[in-house]
């Protein structure tokens, strides 16, 4: 395992390089843990929701606020205050690849031990829980095995297999931040943001203001194996270039070569 502590990027920047990185996977390239944030602030959506239908446009051209199309499911999000992540693995891989639910379960309880580890008192959820109003928000809705606080939604994710290779996306909410996306959600009413504020959770009780990305990615590593490797800013962007991705022990060697 790799683990990446990128940098803050667009929307559009983000999941270019997430899409890199299942590239990589299906070149049975070693898995790579991807941490990083959005700069400016922005909204991703669902790969098979419509940007024209779920958003309105205008008002996020006339706002300034960029969205882009994540290559996993899942609903829209809007991307403030947050510890965003992504996980590219082969599918035959015997710790990060198997079935969409083994996967699925072995990234959230990373993500919970990490979390725990840093005095959150996460844990997976058991039910899944809906609303209806809320259709188009990814908060709004939990499905077994994400990670919630006193049974409301802190953890979002979404994944995408192919044949050969899978990447998964998350995010841990650290603010209020994401309620944003009511104000560019077409057509919502004004009960909206209160009832997605009631469905989802913030860390930020228990984490200090604006915690580093860097306080996450200690807490991963504590809790991952021995082995994995890390990579922080520009010196991964190998991990997104390299023509033949089946190893990166010889680009680990010499970062900036």
């Known amino acids: 395992m790799i683990l990446w502590l990128d940098g803050a990027h667009d929307p559009t920047e983000n999941m270019r390089r997430d899409r890199a990185l299942l590239a990589a996977a299906e070149s049975h390239a070693e898995p790579v843990l991807r ?31 960029p969205w ?13 205050e947050e510890w965003t992540y992504a996980l590219a693995a082969p599918i035959d891989h015997p710790a990060w690849g198997g079935t969409q639910t083994h996967a699925y379960e072995r990234m959230s309880e990373l993500i919970v031990k990490s979390l725990r580890r840093l005095g959150v008192p996460a844990e997976l959820a058991r039910t899944r829980r809906a609303e209806r109003s ?26 995408r297999r ?40 913030s860390a930020a009780t228990w984490l200090a203001a604006a915690p580093a990305l860097d306080r996450w990615a200690d807490a991963l590593i504590a809790e991952l194996p021995a082995d994995t490797r890390r990579v922080e800013g520009a010196r991964g962007l190998f991990l997104l270039t390299l023509e033949k991705h089946g190893s990166y022990t010889a680009a680990l060697t010499n970062p900036e070569a």
Do not use: M
Not at 68 to 80: K, L
Not at 136 to 154: I, M, N, P, S, W
Not at 164 to 176: E, F, N, P, T
């Open 162 to 201: 192919t044949q050969r290779g899978l990447v998964q996306q998350g995010s841990v909410l650290l603010s209020d931040g994401h309620l944003r996306l009511a104000d560019y959600v077409r057509n919502a009413d004004p009960s909206w943001r209160d009832a997605l504020r009631r469905r989802s959770a």
């Open 35 to 65: 941490l990083f944030a959005f700069h400016p602030f922005g909204i991703t959506l669902g790969a098979s929701q419509s940007p024209d239908q779920v958003l309105d446009l205008e008002r996020c051209r006339r706002d300034g606020v």
């Open 134 to 159: 809320l259709a188009a928000a990814c908060f709004a809705a939990t499905t077994r095995h994400e990670v919630v606080v006193d049974g409301a939604k802190l953890v979002g994710s979404a994944q």
């Open 68 to 80: 882009a199309v994540r290559p996993t499911g899942g609903r829209a999000i809007f991307h403030a």
